[in-house]
C-alpha cells in the first residue's frame, strides 16, 4: 500500500481509541519524531475513509506537539466497522517478547530508555521485600545496582530475575546481612557462595 502526505489538519482523533500514552513516554515519543521524522513516512498513521485514526492516535497526537504540519498516511477504507474495531485492537496489541539478552549486548541502554522501550523495573523487584519497608531505598539501591547492573540484569527473563532476587534474599537472611548491596560484597568475599 503507498502512503500519501496530508495536512495534519485533515486528520482525525479516534476517541474509541483505548490505547494512551502519557508522561514521559509520550514526551520521548515527542522527542523521537523530532529528531527521527523520516519515522513518520516510513509507519505512516492508518486512516479510514472519514480521515478518522484507525493505527497511530499517539504518533497523531505526538506531531501536533511537534509541530508537523504534514504527514503521511495509509487508507484504509476498504474494511466493514467490525474490522476497523478489529484493526484498532490488533495494532496496539504487543506481539513476541524482548530478547533481553540481545538488548543487554548489543544496544545501549540509555538509547533504549530514550527511545521509549521499557525496561524492567529492577528497582521495583529487589526493594519488594519485607526487609526494605520503611527505609531509604533508593539510597541503599543506588549504592550497588548502577546502570552497568541493570544493563547485566537485562540477559535476565523475569523469572530467572525473581529467582536471583530470591536467592539474595536467602543469602541475606542466613548471614544475617542488612541489605542486597551487603549480600553483594558478601558473595565478593565468599568464593564458595559463588554461582557457577
Known amino acids: 500500500m503507498n502512503s500519501t502526505e496530508v495536512n495534519l489538519s485533515e486528520i482525525k482523533s479516534n476517541p474509541n481509541n483505548p490505547r494512551i500514552i502519557k508522561d514521559d513516554k509520550f514526551h520521548k515519543l515527542v522527542e523521537s519524531i523530532k529528531t527521527f521524522p523520516r519515522m513518520l513516512e516510513i509507519r505512516p498513521i492508518v486512516v479510514n ?27 484504509a477504507d476498504d474494511l466493514t466497522e467490525e474490522q476497523q474495531r478489529e484493526f484498532i485492537i490488533k495494532d496496539n496489541v504487543g506481539f513476541g517478547e524482548w530478547d533481553w539478552a540481545m538488548l543487554a549486548n548489543e544496544w545501549d541502554y540509555k538509547e533504549l530508555d530514550n527511545w521509549g522501550l521499557t525496561l524492567p523495573n529492577f528497582d521495583d523487584n529487589l526493594t519488594n521485600n519485607n526487609d526494605y519497608e520503611g527505609k531509604d531505598q533508593s539510597s541503599k539501591l543506588d549504592k550497588f545496582m548502577d546502570a ?28 544475617k546481612l542488612d541489605n542486597h548491596s551487603q549480600v553483594i560484597l558478601h558473595l565478593m568475599e565468599n568464593e564458595n557462595n559463588r554461582i557457577d
Open 49 to 75: 475513509k472519514d480521515m478518522i485514526v484507525l493505527g497511530g492516535n499517539m504518533r497523531l497526537r505526538a506531531c501536533k506537539e511537534a509541530g508537523i504540519k504534514k504527514i503521511h498516511v495509509i487508507f
Open 148 to 175: 552497568e547492573l541493570k544493563r547485566m540484569f537485562l540477559v535476565f527473563d523475569n523469572d530467572t530475575f525473581d529467582n536471583v532476587v530470591v536467592w539474595m534474599n536467602s543469602i541475606q537472611t542466613q548471614n
